[in-house]
């Protein structure tokens, strides 16, 4: 009678610690509490005396309890370090000889979907009281299965909140290019824009100052992503400031350089190209600031040269160390390839880059083209080139032709 009355009151503990750790769950009590609550009912309802609690977080298992154990026992086990002998639920852990769990009475592997997730170690109060190894398993996998899918739940949340703020990052970045490109007699424009993720870190503009001057540009700044988005935002909003206040070439310069130091310490940097073409005085003036040369074709001679007259990557120092202002004259009809190092950067499948001088040669064989037609050759050559090889990098080609 007596021994019923034992097992009764028992079943009734075990009920209640079931009860409480279910009841937590359901009300999305955080990691901490329903770890809590799970040594509570241990201790308190199944008669444990001490208990050690390893959960697994990517490859190595962290100690989540450790209560009434008087010896030194890991904070972490590795993965590598546990022979899973599930056919015979032994376990074989390689622990340094500073470590043991010999005062530990036995453990218990915790198991999802054939999936090792937790070890379970413990001690009973008393040897005269039965354990119920089957039940503390089963509770002990409830815990943990919570603790997994409070986990998973948190990282889709935060993945739902990235692809959140890319996207936004990506409107803002598609904000910063033109909405449309010239395509008159005068000015024929062309962009081809891959980005290497949602949010890419190129950037080329087009800005009419007046009916006759108009400037062009093109940048790749350090870094990809959210932050490479904002700071190329800030770097137009700081240009097109500069280009309306009728600054000097080498002060407008000069203070796109000043502004990025001082909004990223140094640690950021942008290559960047900025020509001005005056149609009225037939003049180009630019500045290659450790950009990539465009590439300036000249119509009535049939040639081509690199435009590499300027300075060196913006952001990187205090002070520009040197700027010279390219000029070139007499220019009436003349195409410009503009572009950034995503272009002869990417590879084939031998990891051969396409490289400069191939683009070079192209040009130089399709000479002052309609920039629309040029595009399509040249895609269609370089995509023979790479066969379908995935690019490294951003790649950006602004090509205009004046007349």
């Not at 008393?126 to 354990?131: I, R, T, V």
């Not at 988005?229 to 400031?241: C, E, K, P």
């Not at 370089?382 to 602004?398: N, V, W, Y």
């Amino acid at each position: 009678m007596l021994d019923d009355t034992y097992k009764y009151q028992r079943k009734e503990l075990e009920l209640k610690a079931l009860l409480e750790i279910t009841q937590a769950i359901n009300e999305n009590q955080s990691e901490a509490t329903l770890v809590n609550i799970f040594k509570f009912t241990c201790l308190v309802h199944l008669d444990i005396k001490s208990l050690i609690l390893y959960v697994l977080k990517k490859d190595v298992f962290e100690r989540k309890i450790s209560h009434g154990v008087k010896g030194k026992v890991p904070v972490t086990l590795e993965s590598a370090a546990i022979l899973d002998k599930k056919e015979s639920g032994q376990l074989q852990i390689q622990l340094g000889e500073e470590y043991t769990f010999e005062e530990l009475e036995t453990y218990l592997p915790v198991y999802h979907k054939d999936k090792l997730l937790a070890i379970l170690f413990l001690k009973r109060k008393s040897e005269e009281m039965e354990l119920d190894l089957d039940f503390t398993q089963a509770l002990a996998n409830i815990l943990v299965v919570a603790l997994e899918n409070k986990r998973f739940a948190r990282k889709q949340l935060e993945q739902e909140v990235l692809n959140r703020e890319v996207e936004i990052a990506s409107q803002v970045q598609q904000m910063l290019f033109p909405s449309s490109l010239p395509n008159t007699p005068e000015l024929k424009a062309m962009v081809t824009y891959y980005p290497h993720s949602m949010v890419g870190g190129d950037y080329y503009d087009l800005i009419q100052k007046s009916s006759d001057v108009l400037y062009f540009c093109i940048a790749d700044v350090s870094g990809k992503g959210i932050s490479a988005a904002l700071l190329m935002s800030n770097f137009q909003a700081a240009l097109r400031t500069l280009l309306r206040s009728d600054a000097d070439f080498n002060v407008i310069i000069h203070q796109l350089n000043y502004t990025l130091i001082e909004n990223t310490k140094g640690e950021r940097f942008i290559t960047f190209f900025l020509g001005e073409y005056n149609r009225k005085t037939k003049k180009l003036r630019y500045v290659n600031a450790g950009h990539n040369p465009p590439i300036l074709c000249w119509e009535r001679t049939k040639k081509s040269e690199l435009l590499e007259a300027g300075t060196t990557i913006l952001g990187a120092f205090d002070e520009l160390p040197f700027l010279e202002v390219g000029e070139r004259e007499n220019l009436e009809n003349f195409t410009v390839h503009l572009y950034t190092d995503g272009l002869t950067e990417s590879m084939n499948a031998e990891e051969e880059e396409f490289g400069e001088e191939r683009f070079q040669q192209f040009v130089n064989e399709h000479l002052c083209m309609n920039p629309e037609d040029f595009h399509q050759e040249f895609f269609d050559k370089m995509q023979a080139f790479t066969q379908q090889i995935p690019l490294r990098d951003d790649l950006t080609l602004l090509s205009l032709r004046f007349r």
